[in-house]
């Protein structure tokens, strides 16, 4: 069924909201399940002071979007985005089948970021 990590991150999700005015807005699907996140990103130089989350969809979706900005929070760019796709998938935990959909979403968030802060500089 659903593993801890993703049970703790779907019923206690931190950084799930809205920020007014952010720096880097940008939303993420899956058109075959229908799951969105939307995240907004405050940033200060090379850094990201604070990233929410809005998510439609599955608990293991909303479970991701919190991880994303759990991960992004007080970490560089560059960091952030130079990650590979070893390490995203560890963060997730082990997977059902039918979640593995949020890996993909997961890969998207961070492809976006790194999209959005070039479109930016």
Known sequence: MYNDIIIKNFSEPEHSGEIQNPHLEFEVGNSVCGDRIRVQIV??????????????????????????????????????????????EKMLGELEPSQYHCLDILYELHSQLKISVEEVN
Do not use: Q, Y
Not at 68 to 81: A, M, R, Y
């Open 43 to 88: 940033i200060d130089g090379e850094k990201i002071v604070k990233g929410l989350f809005r998510a439609w969809g599955c608990a293991t979706s909303v479970a991701t979007a919190n991880i994303f900005c759990s991960l992004i929070n007080g970490n560089t760019i560059e960091k952030i985005v130079t990650r590979d796709k070893s390490e995203l």
